[in-house]
């Protein structure tokens, strides 16, 4: 069994710095992409960014430059180094994995089948 555990969230100003992390346990090899999304409240899950297993990330164009995805594979963690925030970033912020991923940047919610419990990123103006 998957399992997916976030943690990092909480409350900054704007321009200011997050850093997300995600622990994955499960897993009996490395060869599986991840990603994090988040949401708002009635909305649906919006791709953030994406790496797989070879350290290849795509960004929403909401968030390149600002965002940074990075994994460590011997340690089965995932990272989200999070620059410059705005108001408009604040979600509940998901992470993600699977192994057969069919979108070309890896930013389909509808790819993944493993997800974790969530952590609020909260920005203020």
């Keep these: 069994q998957v399992t997916l555990v976030e943690s990092g969230g909480g409350s900054v100003q704007e321009g200011g710095s997050l850093k997300l992390s995600c622990v994955a346990s499960g897993f009996t090899d490395n ?10 409240p009635g909305k649906k899950h919006q791709g953030v960014a994406s ?4 350290g290849r990330a795509d960004y929403a ?7 940074t995805i990075s994994r460590d594979n ?4 995932l990272t989200l180094q999070m620059n410059s925030l705005k108001p408009e970033d604040t979600a509940m912020y998901y992470c993600a994995a699977d192994r057969a991923i069919y979108s070309d940047d890896g930013l389909d919610a509808d790819d ?3 997800w974790g419990q969530g952590t609020q990123v909260t920005v203020s103006s």
Excluded: E
């Excluded at 060869?31 to 708002?40: E, I, K, P």
């Excluded at 011997?74 to 963690?77: D, E, G, R, V």
């Design 31 to 40: 060869n599986y992409v991840m990603a994090w999304f988040r949401q708002d």
């Design 51 to 54: 790496i797989d297993q070879w």
């Design 61 to 67: 164009d909401s968030v390149k430059g600002r965002f």
């Design 74 to 77: 011997a340690k089965n963690s």
């Design 112 to 114: 993944y089948d493993h």
